[in-house]
């Protein structure tokens, strides 16, 4: 195992991609704390999976916040997101409450859907969010769909797919991307690269000479940027969205990265390699991005520290209200069931 040429053009164990400047409305501190409450909120939540207290599985995200909050943070409000099962940093990114999905994660009645949907199905209709999804690819079709509604609507919305590296074989990929060309579709495509699709590395199970081929093939432009980096994916997403508002149509953004955890909170990883772990956890999104920021004087080294304070004292906030919610009530058992 080793860097896998799939995954050269980005992220750590390739050459290094010059560093993507700043534009001039990127709200620097916004993006780092974005991106700690991302990390505070998972770590929180592989506690209370250890501990029993999430129903179900749970996929973290933790190692990929860059690519959560550099393309989220450059959409506009009342743009749509479609997620995966690896999603509770979209919802966050896209402005859920965290004691509401601290809440339905733990299933409990406050939750953004009523405690039902638990970590994999968190639809946040008010905020764009087409839900995470329990379905490997569910999402695509979803933002395709929603960015149609759009178009017919004429009310300027663009709507982003993000899928893993799991989806690039899926029919719906493909149908969708090819959709998505013909009808010029304010869609942007994103894969979160992780390299692995539960516990198969992602080039032992995936053709063809590149990830960004996939899109290239049907004429949509494709990049692929350093998931790690929140700027290199915020200045890929924002060209991309432009794109998409002036009536260009799809484009595709290759994003690669690495989750921390494993498929699962409680997965071993067993099957991945040290030193490929060792060279990513180098790449720490949060900690470059600290530093670039101190490097740049945008923030001192105790005004960073102050931020995360105030995120971990948020997440703790938000684990006890969850924590001390009430079950759905069991009368309710059967609203919001069809058929
Ligand atoms: C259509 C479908 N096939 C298979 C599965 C089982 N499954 C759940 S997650 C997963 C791997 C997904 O890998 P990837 O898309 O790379 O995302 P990652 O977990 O690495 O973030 C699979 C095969 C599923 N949920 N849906």
């Not at 940027?225 to 432009?242: E, F, I, K, P, S």
């Amino acid at each position: 195992m080793g860097a896998s040429p799939k995954r050269a053009a980005g992220g750590a164990g390739s050459k290094k991609a010059p560093p993507a400047a700043q534009d001039a409305a990127e709200d620097c501190l916004g993006l780092y704390r974005t991106m700690v409450l991302i990390r505070h909120f998972e770590e929180s939540m592989r506690r209370l999976a250890a501990a029993g207290e999430t129903p179900g599985l749970v996929h973290l995200c933790s190692g990929q916040e860059a690519t959560n909050v550099g393309v989220i943070l450059a959409l506009r409000e009342g743009d749509y997101i479609a997620s995966h099962h690896r999603g509770h940093g979209h919802c966050i990114a896209k402005g859920a409450p965290i004691d509401l999905l601290a809440a339905e994660i733990l299933g409990k009645a406050p939750g953004i859907c009523g405690g039902r949907s638990g970590s994999m199905h968190v639809v946040d209709l008010p905020r764009g969010n087409l839900g995470t999804n329990g379905i490997v690819g569910g999402g695509i079709p979803l933002a395709a769909g929603a960015a149609l509604a759009a178009r017919a609507r004429g009310t300027g919305e663009i709507a982003v797919c993000f899928f893993g590296d799991g989806a690039l074989n899926q029919g719906l990929l493909h149908e969708c991307m090819n959709m998505a060309a013909i009808w010029s579709l304010p869609v942007v495509f994103v894969c979160e690269n992780n390299g692995y699709g539960e516990f198969t590395a992602m080039e032992d199970v995936t053709a063809g000479e590149s990830v960004q081929a996939r899109g290239e093939v049907f004429g949509i432009p494709s990049v692929t940027v350093d998931g790690m980096n929140v700027r290199a994916v915020r200045a890929a997403t924002l060209a991309a969205a432009q794109r998409a508002r002036i009536g260009e149509g799809p484009s595709f953004i290759v994003c690669n990265t690495w989750r921390y955890g494993g498929h699962h909170a409680g997965d071993k990883q067993d099957y991945k390699d040290d030193e490929e772990t060792k060279r990513w956890e180098a790449a720490d999104p949060l900690i470059t991005f600290a530093k670039t920021l101190v490097d740049e004087k945008r923030a001192s080294r105790d005004e960073l520290a102050a931020i995360e304070a105030e995120v971990v004292a948020r997440v703790k906030a938000a684990v006890a209200f969850a924590r001390a919610a009430p079950q759905p009530a069991i009368e309710t058992l059967e609203a919001h069931v069809h058929g």
